[in-house]
């Protein structure tokens, strides 16, 4: 049991280096490397069923992060495999909580491939899991996930439903509860992101500019990478109410050298999603012009 508590520690700094926005083929390494050392324990001498449970755990929440690690940099083929793995870890496991972790992944992963059925069945699975019947906490969660998806996929009515049961359910959840690391990310200002993200989808941009506002204002400081994400998208939501200038003015510190998280994945797929945005915008124009040159100036640095 020491050597999970020991795992369990290396687990929850992983997820704050994620936070922080050291992601990428590193934190994808690492959380593997930290899985095999799980199941390799399980070789090592005799330990009770509690413990091989719980290293059985660990392997597939290590697995899931180098999943989500993935993911995020946009390589679908890793992604599968690492979530494949984790699904039987997890059912190893008998873990209806991580199992609920790993279907919001694989909606996530479906969605970014375009495969919105398989999104949808995903992110439906994660909300039937277990632990969202027992905590309203995970409930939110899932069901502002499901929202995102439906949203994606142009079902404005069950979307706006989603999301409201998902903040009905935030408001009812038991904040004192203790919780495993991965949820940490999962608070007030994350589900205003990603309720955001549905009224985005849904035309409601002056919505998902209002929400933005305030999850950018009370993001923690140390979420780095989840601050880049949104500031982002807050760009793309006044894009797209016309406001070019206010737009670039909201995107620049992005670019600039002394950015807490260098932009990649996800996030540079929608800073490229904006640049053509706004090019089309208001081509021409002076802060456009201005815009290109300090994107073209953090390229070549690159």
């Known amino acids: 049991m020491s050597d999970a508590d020991r795992l369990a520690r290396n687990f929850a700094d992983l997820v704050q280096d994620d936070h922080e926005g050291r992601t990428g083929i590193r934190l994808e390494t690492r959380a593997l490397a930290h899985a095999q050392h799980a199941l390799d324990l399980q070789a090592v001498g005799q330990a009770s069923t509690r413990v091989r449970h719980r290293l059985y755990y660990l392997a597939a929440a290590f697995t899931g992060t180098a999943l989500w690690a993935a993911v995020e940099a946009q390589e679908p083929q890793r992604a599968q495999k ?6 039987t870890l997890a059912g190893m496991a008998g873990s209806s ?9 694989a909606s996530l992963l479906a969605l970014q491939q375009q495969r919105m059925h398989d999104a949808l069945a995903a992110a439906e699975a994660g909300r039937r899991a277990h632990v969202c019947r027992s905590d309203a906490f995970y409930r939110s969660l899932a069901s502002a996930r499901l929202a995102g998806i439906l949203s994606a996929m142009g079902e404005k009515t069950a979307a706006l439903r989603t999301l ?3 903040e009905k359910t935030y408001d009812r959840a038991d904040m004192g509860e203790q919780r495993p690391a991965w949820m940490s990310f999962y608070d007030r200002a994350e589900l205003n ?4 993200l549905v009224m985005g989808r849904i035309g409601r941009h002056d919505e998902a500019e209002a929400r ?7 993001l923690r400081p140390d979420f780095h990478r989840n601050r880049a994400y949104y500031t982002i998208h807050l760009a793309l939501a006044q894009l797209a109410q016309g406001e070019g200038d206010q737009a670039v003015n909201t995107a620049l510190p992005l670019l600039s050298k002394g950015s807490a998280t260098p932009l990649a994945g996800r996030s540079q797929s929608l800073l490229h999603q904006f640049d053509r945005d706004l090019r089309k915008l208001s081509p ?4 456009v012009i201005e815009w290109q040159d300090r994107l073209a100036e953090g390229e070549k640095e690159l």
């Open 97 to 105: 909580e991580m199992q609920m972790r790993l279907w919001g992944h």
């Open 82 to 87: 690492h979530l494949n793995k984790a699904m």
């Open 193 to 196: 992101g990603l309720a955001a």
């Open 284 to 287: 021409g124009a002076g802060f």
């Open 212 to 218: 933005l506002h305030r999850t950018l204002a009370l």
């Open 164 to 166: 409201d049961h998902a």
